[in-house]
C-alpha cells in the first residue's frame, strides 16, 4: 500500500498549490479519503474529506471556500486545490485513506510553506 503526495512547496501568500495524492496497492474507489496538516507545535487537524465515489466533500471552516479536494478514481489519485493561501496554512500535508472498516493509511507528508 503507498499514499504518495506531491505538489507541496513554497509559496508567497495569495498564492495557489495543488497537492497530488496517488494510491496503489489496495481498492482506492472504496475508501474515502482525507487530507490532514499539522503545523509545528499543533496536534494535526482534518483540512478536507471526499467519499468514495466523490458525490461529496466537506472542509474545515478555516479552509472553506479556500480549498477545493476532487477525485478522479480511474487514476486512483486525489487533489487538493489550495487557492489564497494564507501563512496560516503552513503545515505537513498528510493524504489519508479510511474505508467503512475503519481501515486507515497515510502518506508520507509533504510540506506546504506560505510566507513572503
Known amino acids: 500500500v503507498q499514499l504518495v503526495e506531491s505538489g507541496g512547496g513554497l509559496v508567497q501568500p495569495g498564492g495557489s498549490l495543488r497537492l497530488s495524492c496517488a494510491a496503489s496497492?489496495?481498492?482506492?474507489?472504496?475508501?474515502?479519503m482525507n487530507w490532514y496538516r499539522q503545523a509545528p507545535g499543533k496536534e494535526r487537524e482534518l483540512v478536507a474529506a471526499?467519499?468514495?465515489?466523490?458525490?461529496?466533500?466537506n472542509y474545515a471552516n478555516s479552509v472553506k471556500g479556500r480549498f477545493t479536494f476532487s477525485r478522479d478514481n480511474a487514476k486512483n489519485t486525489v487533489y487538493l486545490q489550495m487557492n489564497s493561501l494564507k501563512p496560516e496554512d503552513t503545515a505537513v500535508y498528510y493524504c489519508?485513506?479510511?474505508?467503512?472498516?475503519?481501515?486507515?493509511?497515510w502518506g508520507q507528508g509533504i510540506q506546504v510553506t506560505v510566507s513572503s
Open positions: 471526499i467519499s468514495s465515489s466523490g458525490g461529496w466533500a
Open positions: 489519508n485513506a479510511r474505508n467503512l472498516y475503519s481501515v486507515n493509511y
Open positions: 496497492g489496495f481498492t482506492f474507489s472504496s475508501y474515502d
